[in-house]
């Protein structure tokens, strides 16, 4: 298993591009199964998970390959309908097949995806949309068995926001007969990229951007092309490493207006950052007071970008509170954080990090989730001496190239094959 070597302390500087968003692309790329033919996709990130998805929808029949900028994806008519295990347990967002799986062919088979590290993560409001949009729901030796005769449009009212809950609903309805209206939609830029993809293949949705989305169902879609948006998780977490390293730099083909709750905090705290359309620039501050965050469905902060603002927030001039308020148990890195001598006192969703500059010492850690294997990466790279980071195979499930990215702008960062 590869680990990831920071020796830390140095300054980063430069300009760095963001890749495209995992979190869109993987929804984006389980909407092909709604209608057979090339669907064709650029800024698709190469990752794991997206591998993860290809694997799924080659199971479905389809294939997907790479023809230089282009990420295309042949959709076929599929024999099965299942998503196994093996599959799903590997990847929660494998999930997101139900809802296209069940507008298409009546019928869906997916595997429940059981836990994980940030929480329990149920998959109820997903079921409900189904059920409300006529599906007979079953659960049999751990499958969700949906069958239909044909979706009929509905009224959805989600009574907590959910990001694959609402794609999923979107996803069915498109397909659905007659009018749906989903309320409190998650209002994620992902969900709009799928939207506006949707609306390309030709769906007719109204709302896109709002939390209520309303959709009339249409008998056929026909696929397209699109971009994918950038990852504002990755411009996040670069934009922090600029920070924590007293550096400045410029993060590239983003659209900050999608991490804004991030860069109101860092501003808060001390640093000048300067805003353009696509473009973001942090600039050295001495040091950074700490500043409370609760993280809060778009646009509120994002769940995603938490562990890494603890990172940042560990050597800051002053303590601050984080409440996570999205998953019961995403405090897995202040244990590892504080092997790097940060001084911190979590309770189930409630972190007080007592800030201090030049408090984080190099030490062995371990990733223990996505997120928070970027936030001990961000660590090490303010930490004196050597930090190194095993387990990254969460890493490479979700940033492209990072540790390639940060040694572009000057980090003393490697990756250690054992
Ligand atoms: C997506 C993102 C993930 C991000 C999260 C929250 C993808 C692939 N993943 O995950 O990176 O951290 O949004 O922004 O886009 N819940 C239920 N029942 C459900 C569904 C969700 O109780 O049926 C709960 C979850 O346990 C969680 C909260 O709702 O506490 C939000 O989860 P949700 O928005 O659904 O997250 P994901 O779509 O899984």
Same mark, same amino acid.
């Given at each position: 298993m590869d680990k990831i070597s920071i020796l830390g302390q140095t300054q980063l500087n430069g300009r760095v591009k963001t890749s495209g968003a995992k979190n869109s692309s993987l929804p984006l790329l389980f909407a092909t199964?709604?209608?057979n033919g090339r669907h064709i996709f650029t800024n698709v990130p190469n990752l794991q998970d997206i591998l993860s998805t290809e694997t799924l929808l080659a199971h479905l029949g389809s294939k997907a390959h790479r023809d230089g900028e282009k990420y295309i994806v042949e959709t076929n008519m599929s024999d099965t309908h299942k998503a196994p295990y093996d599959l799903v347990r590997k990847m929660?967002? $494998?999930?997101?097949?139900l809802g296209p799986l069940l507008a298409r062919y009546g019928e869906a088979v997916v595997s429940l995806p059981g836990g994980c590290a940030i929480g329990t993560r149920p998959i109820d409001k997903h079921l409900e949309a189904m059920k409300a949009l006529g599906a007979e729901i079953d659960i049999q030796e751990g499958y969700v068995i949906a069958r239909t005769k044909k979706l009929k449009g509905a009224r959805i009212v989600f009574d907590g926001v959910t990001v694959g809950g609402t794609e999923n609903a979107l996803m069915a309805a498109v397909l659905a007969e007659g009018e749906t209206i989903i309320e409190n939609a998650a209002k994620e830029p992902e969900i709009d990229d799928l939207a506006n993809y949707l609306v390309k293949m030709g769906a007719k949705i109204s709302g896109?951007?709002? $939390?209520i989305l309303t959709i009339q169902g249409v008998s056929k879609l026909t696929p397209a092309e699109h971009a994918v948006i950038p990852d504002r998780i990755e411009a996040g977490t670069l934009l922090i490493a600029g920070a924590i390293t007293g550096g400045e730099v410029t993060v590239e083909n983003c659209i900050p207006q999608h991490f804004e709750s991030l860069i109101v905090k860092m501003r808060e705290a001390g640093f000048k950052i300067d805003q353009e359309k696509t473009s973001v620039t942090v600039r050295p501050a001495k040091s950074w007071k700490g500043v409370d965050i609760q993280t809060m469905p778009y646009?509120?902060?994002a769940t995603d970008l938490q562990a890494q603002y603890m990172a940042l927030m560990c050597i800051a001039n002053g303590p601050c509170i984080i409440t996570e308020n999205?998953?019961?148990?995403?405090?897995?890195?202040v244990q590892e954080l504080m092997r790097l001598n940060a001084d911190i006192t979590s309770r189930t969703q409630v972190a007080i990090v007592r800030g201090k500059p030049g408090v984080l010492k190099g030490a062995p850690v371990m990733a223990t989730d996505l997120r928070a294997s970027a936030c001990l990466v961000l660590a090490g790279l303010a930490a004196t001496g050597e930090t190194t980071v095993s387990r990254i195979y969460h890493l490479d499930r979700g940033y492209e190239r990072l540790e390639e990215k940060l040694m572009s702008l000057g980090g003393k960062i490697k990756r250690v094959k054992e």
């Open positions: 199964l709604l209608c929660r967002a $494998s999930i997101l097949c896109i951007g709002t $939390s646009p509120g902060f999205i998953f019961e148990n995403r405090f897995m890195h």
